[in-house]
Nanobody
Framework: QVQLVESGGGSVQAGGSLRLSCAASGRTFSSYTMGWFRQTAGKEREFVAVISWSGVLRYYADSVKGRFTISRDNAKNTVYLQMNSLKPEDTAIYFC?????????????????WGQGTQVTVSS
């Protein structure tokens, strides 16, 4: 059974930092694309960051570029999201996901495996 478990969410003041982790179990995803998405109440899930299987290719939403960094450790089957200079508008539930492809994709529809989400709250 495939399982993705996020951790590291919490509450922080604007300008602060958090590091999210997503550990995968049930199978190895070292050859697949992994990504982070976020969602707030009443809005669609939006793309945040994606990383290729090798870690060489990384893309970010314009809203987080320069502040967030995605990385992965294939030996640990884990993907990370380092979030710096957090803003109140970053408040959301953050989800990690796996797309069963080597292509770097940003559409949520391309992702087959999802975590349960972790809440990030940034206060002003």
């Amino acid at each position: 059974q495939v399982q993705l478990v996020e951790s590291g969410g919490g509450s922080v003041q604007a300008g602060g930092s958090l590091r999210l982790s997503c550990a995968a179990s049930g199978r190895t995803f070292s050859s697949y694309t992994m990504g982070w998405f976020r969602q707030t109440a009443g809005k669609e899930r939006e793309f945040v960051a994606v990383i290729s299987w090798s870690g060489v290719l990384r893309y970010y939403a314009d809203s987080v570029k320069g502040r967030f960094t995605i990385s992965r450790d294939n030996a640990k089957n884990t993907v990370y999201l380092q979030m710096n200079s957090l803003k109140p508008e970053d408040t959301a539930i953050y989800f990690c996901a796996v797309a069963p492809t080597s292509r770097v994709v940003v559409s949520s529809g391309e992702y087959d495996y999802w975590g349960q989400g972790t809440q990030v709250t940034v206060s002003s």
